[in-house]
């Protein structure tokens, strides 16, 4: 987690506006997911893939490593597409396989096959695209799109908070395990499970405990609003080869779409 | 009457949960000092900061803050905050920006300040702590050190008339702990008061002109420097280390008659340069 604002902060994509990346990310995530079309969801992970990996230099292991999240979470979620049950004894003629039990029959139909294939390619390709976006922009390069875009802007600090936070958790977390460890907190199975409890409840106090403070030190800095105004971001112009990328991939992804 | 920001009428303050912080204090922070608060751990260091910055109400008693009662409502609070800052001990606990530059540019935007000037803030207060290369780093992935620089340039750059710092140094290695005291000392300007609660003594020592010593949450010092660091029991009682000047200086005076004149030096230069005097005029003796 920590590293994925590290690479946010340092690739090669870091001078390309804000705003393009998002466009980028977005569109091709609108695309693949209104289109539910299988070239389009393999074309669109070919491109962010290679957008991610040779253009904004992510050490393939990193982006490998991270998409196998999603890869375990969508596979999980097919299993549950493909594979039927029925409680009758009725067998289907076009089944590719089945399993009677005594209570009940397990079977997978073609037609499932296909359809879990095609929300599964569509849900590793959407995720390639939001990848993108989170491995090249930090989030305070968001917030003023957002702002232009009308979010209300106590939702804009809500997620400029929480985001803050998630680091002060993680840090945390990290501390105190590493202060169980010291004193073999983790030495044994029935060790560890007391350990993990007391991590959790600590965890939950201090991060009220730091609630507390930051909301003193905001006072203290008589801060009211947080959303740091343009003009004191770094001026980013729009560049030409992200444009010229992405009105490629929409071509041949609505190419795609008619063959 | 000497001009003072903040005076304190048998200010107490009580924790809900019914530690007695801050025992019936009365004092004055006078304009343009450079305070150093000193005292034990729990002796009310930081609750008196709070005080000082209206984050917490007096359970007894008024504070005053340029001879007109704190007023807690939000503009009144506003315009105290525009004018005290507080470094806080835990620099973690201040930051919350994505970045440094972002971090230091939070107070400045609050301030109704047009952009030239919060630029040109926000670059100097950079630019005294020497976070330039920094600017655009992170605020996680610093360290414990670099977090309280950050800490220190958010507050100095809103121009606060007090700066208060809660233990700035204790997170702070050798030469940035000295350093804190040169940018200070860059700060330094006839109207403004630091206060400065510490339990490095020889880092305020030559710096501080006026202490305030805590003891259980009541005042037992208030005034200039000799007094204090001379008076042992005192030290003892509010465990204050002697700074070495003094505890040199005491040595020589008692070691021979020739040094038991020497007058307390309030820096090393100073001490050195009564030696070499004393020295000069006994060689003119013997020849």
Same mark, same amino acid.
């Given at each position: 987690m920590l590293n994925i604002d590290y690479i946010a902060h340092h690739n090669g994509l870091q001078k390309v506006a804000a705003g393009q990346k998002l466009l980028l990310s977005i569109g091709a995530l609108l695309i693949v997911t209104v289109s539910r079309n299988n070239s389009v969801a393999l074309w669109t992970l070919l491109v962010m893939s290679s957008v991610i990996v040779f253009y904004a230099k992510i050490p393939l292991k990193a982006y490998v490593t991270l998409m196998l999240a999603p890869l375990g979470f969508s596979l999980a979620g097919i299993v549950t597409i493909v594979v039927s049950i029925s409680f009758t004894n009725e067998v289907n003629t076009d089944m590719l396989w089945h399993l009677f039990t005594p209570f009940a029959t397990l079977y997978i139909l073609p037609s499932d096959v296909d359809r879990a294939i095609n929300i599964f390619l569509v849900a590793f390709s959407a995720s390639s695209c939001l990848y993108l976006l989170i491995l090249t922009t930090p989030i305070y390069e968001i917030s003023p799109i957002l702002l232009k875009c009308k979010v209300p802007t106590i939702v804009i600090e809500l997620i400029e908070l929480i985001y803050r936070f998630i680091f002060i958790f993680l840090q945390a977390s990290m501390q105190l395990y590493t202060a169980q460890q010291a004193r =073999?907190? %983790?030495?044994s199975y029935k060790m560890s499970f007391q350990s993990l409890v007391l991590l959790i409840s600590v965890l939950f106090r201090s991060i009220f405990f730091h609630y507390e403070k930051m909301t003193l030190a905001m006072k203290s800095r008589n801060i009211?609003?947080?959303?740091?105004?343009?003009? %004191?971001l770094l001026k980013k112009k729009w560049q030409r080869l992200p444009l010229i990328l992405f009105i490629v991939y929409v071509f041949v992804a609505i190419g795609l779409i008619f063959v | 009457m000497t001009a003072s920001y903040f005076s304190f009428e048998h200010v107490s303050f009580l924790y809900s949960d019914g530690t007695q912080a801050i025992n019936d204090i009365s004092l004055t922070i006078p304009v343009g000092n450079k305070i150093a608060i000193l005292g034990e751990n729990g002796s009310g260091k930081s609750t008196l900061f709070k005080l000082l910055m209206g984050l917490e109400r007096p359970t007894k008693g008024t504070i005053l803050f340029k001879g007109k009662p704190l007023k807690y409502n939000k503009s009144g609070l506003q315009q105290l905050r525009q004018q005290v800052g507080l470094v806080f001990q835990e620099a973690d606990h201040q930051l919350f920006a994505s970045t440094v530059k972002q971090d230091i540019l939070y107070g400045p935007l609050n301030l109704d300040w047009s952009i030239e000037k919060i630029t040109s803030q926000v670059d100097k207060a950079i630019a005294l702590t020497e976070l330039e290369e920094l600017e655009n780093r992170p605020i996680h992935f610093l360290s414990g050190g670099q977090k309280k620089r950050v800490a220190i340039a958010g507050v100095y750059a809103m121009e606060p008339k007090v700066l208060i710092l809660d233990?700035?140094?204790?997170? =702070?290695d050798y030469y940035f702990s000295t350093q804190l005291t040169d940018y200070l000392k860059k700060l330094d300007t006839d109207d403004r008061t630091f206060l400065y609660s510490t339990h490095q003594i020889n880092l305020v020592y030559e710096w501080a002109d006026y202490y305030i010593v805590l003891h259980k949450g009541k005042v037992i010092y208030v005034g200039e420097r000799d007094a204090l660091f001379t008076n042992d029991a005192l030290l003892q009682q509010a465990h204050i280390e002697k700074p070495w000047i003094v505890s040199v200086t005491q040595m020589l005076q008692n070691s021979d008659p020739q040094w038991g004149n020497i007058a307390m030096p309030h820096s090393k230069e100073a001490l050195v340069a009564q030696i070499v005097a004393l020295q000069k005029k006994e060689d003119l003796i013997s020849i």
């Open positions: =073999l907190g %983790y030495k009211e609003h947080f959303i740091i105004p343009d003009v %004191y | 233990e700035p140094t204790s997170s =702070l």
